[in-house]
């Protein structure tokens, strides 16, 4: 179990000391030729490993492994727990040391602890909500205001155990694997673990791996099941039950509690639970015959970039206990016929799917997910589009996480998927703030909040309601309608009503504040190309004001009836919503003013704007950005329809300085990834450049050519983008800036 994670998360319960015992629902084999792969007995003694939990650390039982079979040590009964029960079991389904290395090198471990579906998985309207709340804070409302069970739905956990398992879908016991096996988890109901001997492999494999505030538990039936390491996490007894004469203990050492760094709650309720966890592991090595300590002292729990080296220590440790292991090597041609027993008792065959059925949720959103996987269906499983697939289905935002197995049908092989809905949400509850340090001197603070609630006029529809208070007061409300099920056609009706401080410096001096009273109907009719593309048409109508409240007019002020007919075009293709490595954007909007306060007669309006990503190296891009507007020479329009000035606006000019109807706006720069946030902090942390230059028409400047140059640093964490730069430009403009909220 990964006690430096349960250290940070501040776990919620005390672990009770409760007795050991084996669930009545999972009875151990009845006879030794179930369990002994080797039947009839050989004279030898027979041989049990027990794996401890320790998240990261526990990539070094491979190396253990990996010695044991170098020197032809049998392993006749194998179990474990949390990252040991995950070694356990796949090298129990029959891959070698040497596979389960090239496996563990090659997960994304960040992706994996993380949790989150990549931006590019989501469909388009959970884009449109981060890139509206770039941030990690959302509540849910399904039965009242709740938080999720875990920081991580375990979706992509799930996806690497199902894959590697997939062959031992209908398996009747885990004593028929190649070599028998067992993993313990600890049922938060009864407070006693559970040992899985029989049943789904992925699920015992993913329930002894939820590590409590990590991972959410698994749920089955009336059981909740969380990491075994509470209770049980070195299973030496559970090896001995097994039936082995002899049983080794792979005991992973790490560092003593450090009195300085128990300061505070966290790591003191962290230290406490180490304390739990430590006890029944004494236990664990009180019950083994012989102990292999691997000394993981100068490594932690997360440290998956050193998988390799901590496999090494393991092999290290092995080999130190060489002399006690010799007396269990096999000769050459017994160690032979041990390993060509255990082959036949793989499984490998994986048929192709003729079918595809989901599970786990309504009829009819299973009619619809089945319709969007039928191209598994026919065709041998390719594990990276069946990943991608299923991952994109948690990008719905109803959906937890996904997994499948193998199921017959009708005497017909077929692919089983499982969604698992979300147990507190959808309704869906996102919390934001946006801090706007533009103006050193003139900090502004405004509190976000976002409620959709899902299905609520018909499937797939969604009624998404944002609130605004602070600098701007509002409310915001759209109900989104696709005309069918399954039509990417939808309609959108809306409203808005909002109060916002409108504020016009130079340079850094403050020239103006307006106070700016927006309140409109309207609806829209739309298409949805792709998660990527939206086209929406529509017409709305309503009542604004702009009115001077400090300082010098820069435009009169005005109110009264505003309507207008639009057309919006969105692509968004780019990897990220804060700072993309790759990708593009495409964004027009297209604007007929039938009537605006101060005009004095229709008039067009058009805004379009495109970015572009380009990755240099693994860690470095650069990025262009153009945008340009115009009312088509109608100058006599009322309040002034476009703005430049401030944080990649312009980012030397003052707040909104260069007003008027007919401008552009370049950026050019680089964006470097300096190091990476640990998990559930944040992200990364990058350095980020740019040259700006832009123009507004129309309107007397200091500059006939508006530029400058920025710089800063900018870090994804989890309550949101931080920005803190500085920009020096033409005519004497320069300022130091910082924002919480959007970048690009």
Known sequence: MSRTVIALLCLSFVVPAVAQENPSEKPAASSEAQLNPMSPKESRPRIGVALEGGGALGVAHIGVLQWFENHRIPIDYIAGTSMGGLVAGLYATGKSPKQLEELVKAQDWDLIIGGQPAYEDLTFRRKEDLRAFQNSVVLGLKHGLSVPSGLNAGHEVSLLIDRETLPYSNLDSFDNLPIPFRCVATDLVSAKEVVFSAGSLQLALRA??????????????????????????????????????????????????????????????????????????????????????????????????????????????????????????????????????????????????????????????????????????????????????????????????????????????????????????????????????????????????????????????????????????????????????????????HAEATNTAFKIYRKSDPQAEYRVYRDTIGIDVGYGFSRFAEVRAGYEVGYFNANLRLGTPEFFSFAGRVGDTRLHFLVAHKDDPIAPHKGYSVETTFQWFDSNPGANAAFPLMRAEVMYFKPVTRVASVFVQSEGGTTFGSTHVGVPQFFLGGPARLSAYGTNELLGNQFYYFRTGYLHDLFTLPPFVGKKVYAIGAYEFGKMYGVPTESKFPNDVAAGVLAETAFGPLLLGGSVGDSGHAKWFFQVGHVF
């Open 208 to 493: 002894t791996m939820s590590i409590p505030g990590l991972f959410s538990p698994v749920r089955d039936g009336e059981k909740v099941y969380v990491d075994g390491g509470l209770i049980g996490n070195l299973p030496t007894d559970v090896v001995r039950k097994m039936g082995a004469d002899i049983v080794i203990a792979v005991h992973l050492e790490v560092s003593p509690g450090d009195p300085k760094q128990l300061q505070s709650l966290f790591s003191v309720l962290g230290r406490s639970i180490d304390v739990v966890v430590r006890e029944n592991e004494i236990r664990g090595l009180a019950g083994a015959d012989l102990v292999v300590n691997v000394d993981l002292r100068d490594y932690t729990s997360m440290d998956y970039d050193k998988v390799e080296t901590m496999i090494g220590i393991g092999a290290k440790a092995a080999e130190a206990k060489g002399r006690v292991f010799a007396p269990y090597s096999m000769d050459e041609a017994t160690w032979q016929q041990y390993l060509q027993k255990r082959k036949n008792r793989e499984q490998t065959l994986v048929p192709v799917p003729q079918f595809v059925k989901v599970e786990g949720t309504s009829p009819t959103a299973a009619r619809q997910l089945e319709r969007f996987l039928q191209p598994l269906a026919g065709k041998p499983i390719d594990d990276a589009q069946l990943s991608k697939l299923l991952t994109r289905l948690t990008g719905i935002g109803k959906y937890d996480s996904t997994d499948y197995r193998l199921a017959t049908r009708d005497g017909q092989s077929g692919l089983m998927i499982t969604v698992h809905e979300k147990d507190y949400a959808p309704p869906i509850l996102q919390l934001g703030f946006a801090v706007d340090g533009s103006e050193s001197d003139n900090v502004t603070f405004t509190q976000l909040a976002r409620l959709t609630v899902m299905d609520i006029a018909g499937y797939r529809s969604e009624w998404r309601t944002d609130l605004q208070l602070g600098n701007t007061w509002g409310v915001q409300s759209e109900l989104y309608r696709p005309f069918t099920e399954t039509s990417k056609w939808f309609f959108a009706p």
